[in-house]
């Protein structure tokens, strides 16, 4: 786990910085107002080992008494690389429930991939994430571009996912 600095960008791909972004939202001074920055902000907590906002933002129907301990395990096990969203349905401001699907790049032992259709639903103004539906990723071929941007050949740079 790489922790930022406020004025870094922040992990979750946006183009702010941490202070500007999902850092306020950690620390309880504002709020996610769609889906989506919801979404992100709970990337940018598994980056930054944000626990207690990872279960604050967990609908209170899905939490467990492990959560804590398995949460915990995520973020000190798995380097988090990079957040792509393919699709954002509702979820905006004047919704109370919207999906968003993701691919999520990480870091155990091999570099792999994440892709899941999150549900998100608001509730009394606040917007928890509920569950989501796991879907197989479609990662770059051996001679793609690789994921990560550097415009290298998927081989030669980061690998094949597996
Ligand atoms: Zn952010
Ligand atoms: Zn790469």
Redesign the pocket.
Known sequence: MILMTPTEPCPCGKKLSYHECCGPLHQGQAQAETAEQLMRSRYAAFCQGEVDYLLTTLHPSKRSESDQFSLQNTVENCQWLKLELLEIAAGSADDSAGFVEFVAYFKEKEIRALRERSRFLKENGVWFYVDGESKKPSPPGRNEP???G?G?K?KK??GVII
């Open positions: 690789c994921w990560c550097s290298k998927s740079c980061h």
